[in-house]
């Protein structure tokens, strides 16, 4: 980390370091989920704070919920890289913990509709939420989501598309069944 830091300004390099300080262990769980490795997922770790640095600016309140997507975002998606390059194909991936939507429940009593829409959005395959969070939650940019996720600005959308058909299909489901 000491070498990403040479090229920052104080302040960003405050901002990093708080995140590392943070967010580190967060990280690793996500990673170790996917690689199963301590090593390899020391290896995520440090490549996510490498990705966070570069995109420091699109991390405006560290404590958020949607700072916290984000970084999670990054760090699954980095420690999937390392995955696929490695070729091991049995692990088994659960982000049930992950809290990639924030949880306002304490904030105040949630509104039906809204859990349904959460819940729609959890079951999601991870291809169309991320995207949708990134892009709902995190205010990104197609092409910002693009380079964040490696993939083409056409998939960020077609993704986009596609995972609202499926929230808006499952609550139309959902509103037959209660009914």
Request: overall charge positive; hydrophobic content about 35%; cysteine-free.
């Amino acid at each position: 980390m000491f070498i990403i830091t040479l090229t920052m300004n104080e302040q960003d390099k405050g901002k990093l370091l708080s995140i590392y300080e943070k967010y580190r262990n967060y990280i690793y769980v996500i990673a170790y989920e996917v690689l199963q490795n301590p090593a390899k997922t020391e290896d995520a770790v440090s490549e996510s704070i490498l990705k966070i640095a570069k995109s420091l600016d699109k991390i405006k309140d560290i404590g958020s919920s949607k700072s916290k997507a984000y970084i999670g975002i990054i760090a699954k998606n980095t420690a999937l890289d390392i995955y696929r390059k490695n070729k091991n194909r049995n692990i088994k991936f659960d982000e049930s913990y992950m809290g990639l939507l924030p949880d306002i429940s304490e904030e105040f009593e949630l509104k039906d509709d809204y859990r349904r829409a959460v819940e729609a959005i959890n079951k999601l395959p991870d291809k169309y939420r991320d995207v949708l969070i990134l892009r709902y939650v995190n205010e990104l940019s197609d092409e910002e989501i693009a380079k964040t996720l490696g993939i083409k600005k056409d998939n960020v959308r077609k993704r986009a598309e596609r995972g609202r058909k499926r929230i808006v299909f499952a609550l139309g489901e959902l509103s037959d069944i209660d009914e």
